[in-house]
């Protein structure tokens, strides 16, 4: 039984990549097998993949979600859009992670981005509820700015708001990018394609909880975040297609992968879309997914406890203790690893 302080290590601040590349395939890939550990180029994926085989992205597309406002009373506010509940003609509404001095009333107006009021409404759960008096997208993509991971020290630019989506993000509603997809370009993809490599897609609308610390060292005692997922019927087929023919299911990214084992917790891969909180930790045996590309992880993150439970325990101790040696760079922005299920 593994508990939290299993999952934590050191990590020089250096290591923590500040920027992207300004080529997204010219990150380093480290590739852990059954031979071994191997150091690779990232555009070299190609090369260990299968014709045959079929890499599963996810299409979400991260949104200007973060703001900064004052209330009625003239406190300030910064927040944090979690999820877009409802955006009809009608009714605009969106749950959201919110700091101020003192909380905000029900009722009461907030002024963002010296622009816009929204009213408040109830609380729900952690998050505030926040009625939009228009569109919320088109709000959020005209006023909001990006939100970067805590553990980048600059404000979004124009540089960012390009390489911190990817190439195939489609469907707005996250609020932190899908990152092991951020190595793929179009020309990437167009490879994969010639080998006879398939790619499919899922949606999963990566949430602010994704950064926050587990708080508890008895892992069954974790509170896993929500996050909404949608798995399409052509993705579903494609899955059936490649395990028919004995090909890999590769997903690339923890949130694609979390989309498909939430849509496999039958034993069957089904499609559908609702939210989902599994929290995958060693001893998790995974139905669907046979490789995993990911970034590096945060110390004691779930997803820490994901990639050691896909790949093992100690092979992931191993493969993260090499990365550090040889000075990989870490967390979204940083380089990648391509793993294989030994759950």
Same mark, same amino acid.
């Given at each position: ?12 601040? +250096?290591?923590?990549?500040?920027? @992207?590349?300004? *080529? ?21 994926? &190609? ?5 045959? *085989?079929?890499?599963? %992205? ?11 406002? !004052?209330? #009625? ?7 944090? &859009? +979690?999820? &877009?509940?409802?955006? $009809?003609?009608? #009714?605009?509404?969106? /749950? ?30 952690? %998050? ?5 008096? =228009? ?23 124009? %540089? *960012?708001? /390009? ?9 707005? =509603? ?5 990152? !092991?997809?951020? /190595?793929? *370009? ?24 994704? %950064? ?22 052509? $993705? ?30 039958? =034993? ?12 995958? $930790? ?5 139905? $669907? ?17 994901? &990639? ?16 550090? @040696? ?18």
């Amino acid at each position: 039984m593994y508990s939290l302080s299993d999952f934590d290590f050191e990590l020089p601040p +250096e290591l923590i990549a500040q920027t @992207a590349l300004p *080529d997204r395939t010219a990150s380093r890939l480290l590739h852990v097998s059954d031979i071994g550990i191997v150091d690779r180029h990232f555009a070299d994926i &190609v090369d260990q993949l299968d014709a045959g *085989d079929l890499l599963v %992205f996810n299409d979400t597309r991260v949104l200007k979600a973060r703001f900064f406002g !004052a209330k #009625e009373t003239g406190g300030k506010v910064e927040m944090l &859009v +979690e999820r &877009v509940i409802k955006n $009809t003609p009608d #009714e605009h509404i969106v /749950h959201v992670q919110l700091r101020a001095s003192k909380s905000p009333l029900a009722g009461s107006k907030i002024r963002l981005a010296d622009a816009f009021d929204v009213t408040v409404g109830e609380r729900a759960g952690e %998050f505030f509820t926040l009625h939009f008096p =228009g569109d919320v997208f088109e709000l959020i993509e005209k006023y909001g700015r990006l939100p970067l991971p805590p553990y980048i020290n600059h404000e979004a630019d124009d %540089f *960012d708001e /390009h390489r911190y989506q990817t190439v195939y993000s489609r469907v707005p =509603g996250a609020v932190a990018a899908p990152t !092991a997809g951020l /190595h793929f *370009d179009e020309a990437l993809l167009e490879k994969c394609k010639a080998k006879g490599i398939q790619l499919a897609f899922v949606t999963l609308h990566v949430g602010a909880g994704t %950064f926050q610390p587990v708080r508890t060292e008895d892992l069954s005692k974790h509170d896993m975040h929500s996050e909404w997922y949608t798995v399409p019927e052509e $993705t579903v087929a494609a899955v059936r297609a490649t395990k028919a023919t004995g090909n890999n299911v590769i997903c690339v990214g923890t949130t694609s992968m979390r989309a498909i084992e939430s849509a496999s917790q039958t =034993g069957e891969l089904l499609a559908g879309s609702g939210d989902t909180r599994l929290f995958i $930790t060693p001893g998790y045996v995974f139905k $669907t997914v046979d490789r995993l590309v990911t970034n590096f992880h945060l110390p004691k993150s779930t997803l820490m406890m994901l &990639v050691s439970a896909f790949a093992g325990y100690d092979a992931i101790r191993e493969a993260y203790a090499h990365a550090i @040696a040889q000075k990989y760079r870490f967390f979204s922005y940083g380089d990648a690893m391509l793993l294989t299920n030994r759950s």
